[in-house]
């Protein structure tokens, strides 16, 4: 019954599977791709996974293969469509600075989805969205202890893709931020130190979907979760480590948003729309933390490595570990902040999902910050 409250759960925040309208969107693709000089030839014929066509929390997802003519032969891309929901998670969600962070880290070799066209106008669909190569290997998914790539594996597979998620974040935070969005990066949460701006910014999204006066039976609830995750912001604000220079955080490093080959080696990390200038170590925080938060309603599996295990793979890696109490701390805030907006969408019925989700962050981030009861 947990398992199948677990799946629900996800579904329920990050959107089910879409189906549709498939001829539509076809035609829009095909039109779009026509007009790029770069497709390669003449375009002559799209065709949509319907499989796999899905939107998650703030993007929806298309995979298609493209026919392409040229020359008198024909051959077949594979591509994926990623389109903006129009604020439907993040009020601040913004697709074109994705697709040139994605195009710089995957021109200095990160394992990152090549994004080949911008379609800023909505010509597709009527919504923003972005092209990009689609990568082979075995798809994530939201719930990665109930199915999936991790679940795939015997225990000692999963214990090192889970290892090897740390030790991608590790080479992923040693490439500078610099040319890969800098007008984004300078504007994200408004004015002030770029620590200053990421707290900034993850309030406002906390205080737009968690009203400091909620109504009804869940009123004292709301508000435990938002007095509570106001506290731990001051105590981030009071503790930031100023003297550090900006780097690359990709911002929801969880392990569903990995993609693995058959020999268990990351071939891809996805999900961008979070990327800031940051501490790197947060990633990891947050990574260990949605390792805790996936584990919650799975059945038990074995294989998962210690906390401590995935800090010295990261540490081994990147050849450094600064800031630690403090990057735990915002890592976990972080995703109990985004968690807790996930699960004020749940229906009624799962409203016990949401209360043994929170009681586990409230209890993980009390065992960091003072002033916190557990």
Do not use: C
């Not at 220079?245 to 058959?262: K, T, V």
């Amino acid at each position: 019954m947990a398992e199948d409250n677990a799946l629900a759960a996800s579904r329920a925040i990050t959107g089910a599977t879409q189906t549709g309208e498939d001829d539509r969107v076809a035609a829009g693709l095909e039109r779009f791709l026509a007009r790029q000089d770069d497709v390669g030839g003449t375009v002559a014929d799209i065709s949509i996974d319907s499989g796999r066509r899905s939107a998650g929390a703030s993007s929806g997802t298309i995979l298609f293969d493209a026919e392409i003519e040229a020359n008198g032969t024909r051959q077949v891309r594979r591509l994926v469509f990623r389109y903006d929901l129009g604020g439907a998670f993040f009020s601040q969600y913004s697709l074109p600075p994705q697709f040139s962070i994605m195009q710089g880290l995957h021109a200095r070799g990160l394992p990152v989805p090549k994004a080949l066209w911008l379609d800023a106008d909505g010509a597709v669909n009527g919504k923003p969205g972005l092209f990009m190569e689609r990568i082979e290997g075995i798809a994530p998914s939201t719930m990665p202890f109930n199915e999936g790539p991790y679940m795939a594996v015997d225990a000692a597979g999963r214990h090192a893709m889970l290892l090897e998620a740390a030790r991608t974040l590790a080479r992923m935070h040693k490439t500078p931020p610099e040319g890969l969005a800098d007008e984004h990066f300078a504007q994200r949460g408004g004015a002030g130190h770029y620590l200053d701006r990421e707290i900034s910014w993850s309030l406002i999204e906390l205080r737009r979907t968690i009203p400091p006066a909620a109504a009804g039976a869940k009123a004292d609830f709301y508000r435990d979760i938002r007095e509570t995750l106001e506290t731990v912001a001051d105590w981030l604000t009071e503790n930031a480590p100023r003297h550090r220079a900006p780097e690359l955080a990709h911002g929801d490093a969880n392990i569903s948003n990995f993609m693995y080959g058959e020999d268990g080696k990351v071939v891809a990390l996805l999900d961008w729309e979070l990327a800031h200038p940051g501490v790197g170590e947060a990633d990891l925080a947050y990574q260990i933390a949605g390792i805790a938060h996936f584990a919650l309603l799975a059945p038990p599996v074995e294989g998962i490595p210690a906390p401590d295990e995935m800090i010295a793979a990261y540490a081994e890696a990147r050849g450094k570990l600064d800031d630690w109490d403090f990057a735990q701390v915002l890592g976990e805030w972080r995703l109990a902040v985004f968690a807790s907006m996930g699960m004020s969408r749940l229906p009624p019925e799962l409203a016990d999902v949401e209360r043994t989700y929170w009681t586990a962050s409230r209890k993980r981030l009390a065992a960091l910050v003072p002033g916190i009861d557990a």
